[in-house]
């Protein structure tokens, strides 16, 4: 099936330090998500994407929507202790398909 | 309040034995899903219902059984024939399978199985 590959795979950065992580697909997809999972939790969706070249944020995060369709980027910037966990993207190319997943990337945070 | 259950957090299989994780949602979705969490694995899906009464195999479905007998419910049996069933269990629903928007899968809590 199709396959996300998301990088890092995990960051460790100093409190206030800003990260940036993707996503990228060998596939165009027409949505991506970014969710993030707190220790022992479900994940919660973040952004959702769903045009070529969009970028939307929502308080410090930013991502944005490939122009290539086959990418996705995460930005948090002046990272805080809370934003530990682990950052998932998903993507959907059409038809009646469940999203596909990354593996993840695991943020840990110094304070 | 609307929300996706997970029951119960935390459960434990004895070798040979059948168990049934339990996932309740109250936001009218058509499309419910389980997926396996592994460290480092990501999420792998295990099966997905688009409608009551109808069900697909997901990537690693094998030693799993499901049924979708109510829209609100979707209950995951991990049977005996799962030899490695160690893992936190996650169930979510959608809007739709099929639509943009209205894919957006929304998580239950988890459910961490572990083996005696």
Redesign the interface.
């Known amino acids: 099936?199709q396959q996300l590959n998301?990088s890092p795979?995990s960051m460790f950065i100093q409190e206030g330090e800003d990260v940036s992580m993707n996503c990228t697909s060998s596939s165009i997809f027409?949505?991506w998500?970014w969710?993030k999972q707190d220790p022992?939790?479900?994940?919660?969706?973040l952004i959702?994407l769903?045009k070529a070249g969009e970028l939307t944020s929502n308080g410090r995060l930013t991502a944005q929507f490939g122009i290539t369709r086959k990418d996705s980027f995460l930005n948090i910037s002046a990272s805080i202790p809370s934003d530990v966990g682990i950052y998932?993207c998903?993507g959907?190319n059409?038809?009646?398909?469940?999203?596909v997943?990354?593996?993840?990337t695991r943020l840990s945070v110094i304070a | 309040d609307g929300g996706?259950t997970?029951s119960p957090k935390y459960l434990f299989r004895k070798e040979g034995q059948n168990v049934t994780l339990s996932c309740e949602q109250n936001l009218n979705h058509d499309?419910m899903?389980w997926?396996r969490q592994d460290p480092?694995?990501?999420?792998r899906?295990i099966y997905?219902s688009?409608i009551v009464n109808d069900f697909q195999k997901?990537?690693i479905a094998e030693g799993y059984s499901v049924s979708r007998e109510k829209k609100e419910s979707f209950p995951l049996t991990v049977t005996s024939a799962q030899k490695n069933p160690t893992a936190f269990y996650?169930c979510?629903s959608s809007p739709r399978?099929?639509r943009?928007?209205e894919?957006?899968?929304?998580?239950?809590?988890?459910t961490?199985l572990s083996v005696l």
């Open positions: 099936g998301q795979q027409n949505t998500l969710y022992g939790e479900g994940p919660v969706l959702a769903y998932f998903a959907w059409s038809g009646n398909t469940p999203l997943f990354g593996k993840g | 996706i997970q499309a899903y997926y480092g694995q990501g999420l899906l997905y688009q997901g990537d996650l979510a399978t099929g943009a928007g894919n957006i899968q929304y998580f239950g809590a988890g961490r």
